[in-house]
């Protein structure tokens, strides 16, 4: 794979003064619950507003999401704030209506990344498509696999291009939900420079408290930016409850992550 400046140019074309910052709730719930969150999150940093409509649950009893009822809710938060669009888009119907709904960005979850026959539907669904696909890791800490999602967008002609570290899935994971395993991070950085790379600490820590740290140490290893599950009442989300912040903490932690930046 040559990944080159090309196909970071959807990142720098943006003209951030500040790492890109993606933020909204893990899943849509309601309409009023995705427009207040957006509301107070366009006062932020926030450049990207993201929102699960299609939610891949490990085990089946959960919220599984409101599906493609949720992407005129999109198209609202981008009318009315004016901050670009994203969701998980897991097999080709979803890419399809995504794209019919002009989502802005699309992402490709950890648990679809780790099949490469879904990749690959996925990637048949896009072909050509001139939006970003950012790849989140694959639940399992394989750098060839995460890579390989990556390859199969670039070879259907999809140059706008980005990953997205959310950590590794263990039996024992102690102080984390998903291991950070930042080698692993480390090795892409050093084999593709030029491949945008933003952090969801959200999904390493599993909790509020410690999302602050985690994102720093992506900001000393140079990340692109970040992806953090924001709710207007974190404690009664329908999924991921535990780790998602209210948007005025999350305008406090990239306020705080500037600062850490600027004196160190
Ligand atoms: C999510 O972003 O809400 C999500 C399901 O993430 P992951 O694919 O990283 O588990
Ligand atoms: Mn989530």
Redesign the pocket.
């Known amino acids: 794979m040559e990944i080159t400046k090309e196909n970071r140019k959807w990142l720098d074309g943006m003209g951030l003064e500040h790492p890109l910052v993606i933020a909204g709730p893990?899943?849509a719930e309601t309409e009023e619950q995705v427009l207040k969150t957006a509301h107070l999150l366009k006062d932020t940093d926030t450049n990207v507003f993201?929102a699960?409509i299609w939610?891949?649950r490990t085990r089946p009893g959960g919220f599984e999401g409101v599906g493609a009822l949720g992407l005129p809710w999109l198209q609202r938060v981008r009318e009315e704030t004016g901050m670009k669009i994203t969701t998980?888009i897991g097999n080709a119907a979803h890419a399809e209506l995504a794209l019919k709904a002009d989502v802005d960005i699309l992402?490709i979850?950890?648990?679809?990344t780790v099949n490469p026959f879904a990749v690959q539907e996925i990637a048949d669904a896009l072909k050509g498509v001139d939006k970003p696909v950012l790849v989140?890791n694959p639940?399992n800490p394989d750098l060839a696999l995460w890579l390989g999602g990556v390859e199969r967008f670039q070879a259907n002609g999809i140059s706008q291009l980005g990953v997205?570290h959310?950590g590794f899935s263990a039996y024992n994971t102690g102080h984390y939900r998903n291991l950070p395993k930042w080698h692993i991070a480390i090795e892409l950085k050093k084999e593709f420079p030029d491949l945008p790379i933003i952090l969801?600490p959200?999904?390493i820590c599993g909790r509020r408290d410690t999302i602050l740290d985690v994102s720093q140490t992506a900001l000393d290893l140079n990340f692109d930016g970040f992806?953090i599950?924001t709710h207007i009442d974190p404690d009664n989300a329908w999924?991921?409850a535990a780790q998602q912040i209210t948007p005025a903490r999350l305008d406090e932690i990239t306020k705080e992550l500037k600062i850490r930046q600027r004196s160190s």
């Open positions: 893990c899943s993201r699960g939610k891949p998980e992402w979850g950890a648990r679809t989140k639940v997205i959310r969801d959200s999904h992806m599950e999924s991921d």
